[in-house]
């Protein structure tokens, strides 16, 4: 039992494979089965007396002690005595007994479990009877002295003359007559007892006839059963019991303990992690800065080439000329593309493409790019159609300039790599769902199709299949950009095509519908109605940047200043009071947000209406632009087509609100309406800021410019803007 696994160094254990377990169990089951085999052996007591044991003291008595004239002569060395019985006594008699313990009389051994008693003997005498005495100490029975209190258990034998070989059994015992009489005790407390045994006698049987008779005791042996095999097998079974509960134990601490470390070790690693993860984001914002940056130190200059090219390409230059602005201009654009899809990518790779949802008009955003691509499958002689359902809707809301990107990037490559045949796009509904509409735009194209293993491969980065003859120009990032934009916008886009016969790149993705009508395309694109002989204040540090605006503006019947920085801008919007401003957000003295947010806290400056411009746009810097009083932010370079319409827009709607001479504050609706619109846009409930602003836009006409500012930001989901929006009016209010 010793080999249980409990008993095995601890730590050790398990530690190297489960055979050590299973060693410790075979074992285990070995020592059951040697337990139940020699069962005999270890649940048996056995005693013998005999002359070479000789752990006892011997004593001899006879009724000579009482007075008698029986004599008893003894070798103790060898068991043996000699004993003469002579009449004189009432019952002549003589014994011989062993003492257990002469240090302590009353210190016995526990005999009750000793079922039988062989004797072996040699006697010499006539033949007669013998007693076999066992001593009882008991203090129980005290009464007059020790002596007394030791009870005697008798079972008398016959024996012969020669050797003699008794067996007893524990039954044959009682106690002895003359004791019980003595000690009046009931049949029931005369039952021998062997609890205590001091002393075992051997003495002459009753009614011993007189005369010598002589005995050598060779051996008692004295055998019992101290267990049941029953209650062996319990031994057993709880040995399993108590050896199972502490092998689970131990393992429920060594699991405990492995859990726990395994838990310090988790804590330690994502303590690594967040560690590594702040390095790595630190790296990628760092990384992310110097690419904002270089794009901004690239697109400044790149704005004043590529302007200056469209201007000079309406200024009656000769064929050559016109040849050579146009391969600046196309060079440029090059330049432009690359930076763009650079940053792009840098901006996928760090998690960082944003969307800037706004209302937008999807066919004219169609057509946009249609318009363009028309004229380059043109030049190719393919065919270049475009069909756009009549269940799609017009007025989405979305991101307008990474669907034109999305599309412009499918349809600029269907164009580039067919050399016959025709390219198509398709855009049709797949479904609706609440207020969101599911488009699917499939660009189709008759080219080279591309290999089925080569399909994946397509879409990822700097990847350009196809034979060399096909790669014509492009970076091979289109299609990685094209998909990262789709997936942001969670979509999908695939691909299907047959080498030799073309391919079909398909998009699919949700937009919701836009809530209020938005100017049509071209409405404002025409000639400006308000807009000649409006000022125009050009707030930008790069000189050259100043000067193309101020050019490309008076182009158009404007009149321009110009400020430097921020602050410069203030005092002169202070000064003159122009119709719009064009600000520059990077800029030293005073940025452009700073004086933004100065001129909406003049209460005369307050209705100037501001277009931010900047290299590195984003949906936060909108936000924080649209708050701070802008109508909206242009991306440099600037698209003159773009800001043309943009500023347009902006002048047009105003005369039409009104308040085209940008001196008449915008109306604010009545408070309580203020104070619902507050409480709707602290909850981000951008769904029910747009219901009520279009309650409001129903309500006066005079509240028409606030209610569409709201409806843009709710549109876009700009929260912080729209709650900033509507705090500031209040607080203007409240100042009024
Ligand atoms: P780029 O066009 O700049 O090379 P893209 O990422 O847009 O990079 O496209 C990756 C590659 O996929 C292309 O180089 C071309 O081999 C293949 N490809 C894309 N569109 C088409 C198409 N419509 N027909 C055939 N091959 C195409």
Not at 104 to 117: A, L, M, P, Q
Not at 294 to 323: C, F, K, V, W
Not at 443 to 458: A, E, H, K, M, Y
Request: overall charge negative; charged content about 20%; aromatic content about 6%.
């Amino acid at each position: 039992m010793e080999d249980a696994p409990a008993h095995q160094p601890p730590g050790k254990w398990f530690r190297g494979t489960t055979f050590k377990v299973e060693a410790a169990i075979f074992l285990l089951l070995v020592a059951t089965f040697a337990a139940m085999l020699g069962q005999n052996a270890i649940i048996r007591q056995r005693l013998t007396l005999a002359p070479e044991a000789g752990t006892f003291a011997p004593y001899a008595y006879s009724d000579h002690d009482n007075a008698g004239a029986s004599s008893i002569s003894l070798n103790p060395a060898i068991l043996s005595w000699t004993c003469t019985l002579r009449s004189g006594f009432a019952y002549p008699y003589c014994g011989y007994g062993m003492l257990f313990d002469p240090a302590d009389n009353t210190k016995g051994r526990v005999f009750s479990n000793y079922e039988t008693i062989t004797l072996r003997l040699i006697y010499h005498g006539p033949p007669g009877h013998l007693k076999l005495l066992l001593k009882n100490f008991d203090p129980k029975y005290s009464r007059a002295g020790a002596g007394d209190s030791t009870k005697p258990n008798v079972a008398e034998f016959a024996v012969v003359d020669g050797e003699n070989e008794i067996h007893l059994t524990r039954d044959q015992f009682a106690v002895d007559q003359w004791w019980a009489t003595s000690h009046h005790l009931s049949p029931e407390q005369a039952k021998p007892e062997f609890g205590n045994v001091i002393a075992v006698d051997i003495l002459s049987g009753s009614g011993a006839t007189l005369g010598t008779f002589s005995v050598a005791v060779q051996s008692i042996v004295f055998e019992g059963v101290y267990l049941s095999s029953a209650q062996w097998y319990l031994v057993i079974i709880s040995v399993w019991l108590v050896l199972t509960a502490i092998f689970l134990v131990y393992r429920m601490f060594r699991v405990r303990r492995g859990y726990e470390d395994r838990q310090q070790r988790q804590v330690a690693e994502s303590r690594e992690l967040v560690a590594a993860r702040t390095e790595a984001e630190a790296a990628s914002a760092a990384k992310s800065q110097f690419l904002a940056n270089m794009s901004h130190e690239l697109r400044t200059p790149l704005n004043a080439i590529l302007g200056y090219a469209q201007l000079l390409r309406s200024d009656g230059l000769t064929d050559r000329q016109l040849s050579a602005v146009q391969t600046i201009n196309q060079s440029g654009e090059h330049l432009l593309a690359l930076i763009t899809d650079l940053l792009d990518l840098s901006k996928v790779e760090a998690g960082r493409l944003e969307l800037l949802p706004a209302p937008f008009d999807l066919r004219a955003t169609v057509d946009n790019v249609a318009q363009m691509i028309r004229l380059r499958a043109e030049e190719k002689d393919l065919r270049f159609i475009v069909e756009i359902s009549d269940d799609v809707p017009r007025h989405l809301v979305g991101d307008r300039k990474r669907i034109r990107q999305v599309l412009i990037n499918l349809l600029g490559n269907a164009t580039k790599f067919t050399t016959a045949g025709e390219v198509r796009l398709t855009v049709s509904t797949v479904s609706w769902e609440g207020g969101n509409v599911r488009l699917r735009f499939d660009v189709l194209d008759t080219g080279p199709g591309i290999r089925s293993d080569q399909l994946n491969l397509i879409f990822q980065p700097f990847e350009q299949v196809g034979s060399a003859r096909d790669r014509i120009g492009g970076t091979g990032l289109g299609l990685s950009i094209t998909r990262q934009i789709v997936e942001v916008m969670e979509g999908q886009i695939d691909v299907m095509s047959t080498v030799g016969k073309g391919s079909r790149f398909r998009v699919e993705a949700s937009f919701p519908l836009a809530a209020v009508e938005l100017p049509a395309p071209g409405a404002a694109s025409g000639k400006p109605a308000g807009g000649a002989g409006c000022e125009v204040l050009v707030v930008d540090d790069v000189a050259a940047n100043r000067t193309l605006l101020r050019d490309v503006l008076e182009n158009r019947g404007y009149r321009v200043r110009e400020a430097a920085d921020g602050l410069e801008a203030v005092e002169l919007a202070e000064a003159a009071a122009p119709d719009l401003i064009l600000m520059d957000l990077k800029m030293p003295v005073l940025d452009g947000l700073e004086a933004m947010r100065r001129l909406q806290h003049r209460q005369t400056l307050r209705m100037i209406p501001i277009i931010a411009i900047s290299a590195n746009p984003t949906a936060e810097m909108e936000a924080e632009v649209r708050a701070a009083g802008a109508e909206g932010l242009l991306a440099k370079p600037i698209d003159l087509t773009q800001l043309h319409r943009c500023i347009e827009d902006l002048l047009v709607r105003r005369q039409e609100d009104g308040i085209a001479d940008g001196r008449q504050p915008m109306t604010i609706p009545p408070a309580d309406q203020m104070i619902r619109l507050l409480t709707l846009a602290r909850t981000g409930n951008m769904r029910a800021v747009r219901t009520e602003a279009s309650t409001i836009l129903n309500l006066d006409p005079q509240y028409r410019p606030f209610a569409l500012r709201l409806e843009a930001l709710a549109a876009a989901y700009q929260s912080p803007a729209v709650l900033r929006l509507i705090e500031q009016h209040i607080e203007a209010g409240e100042a009024a």
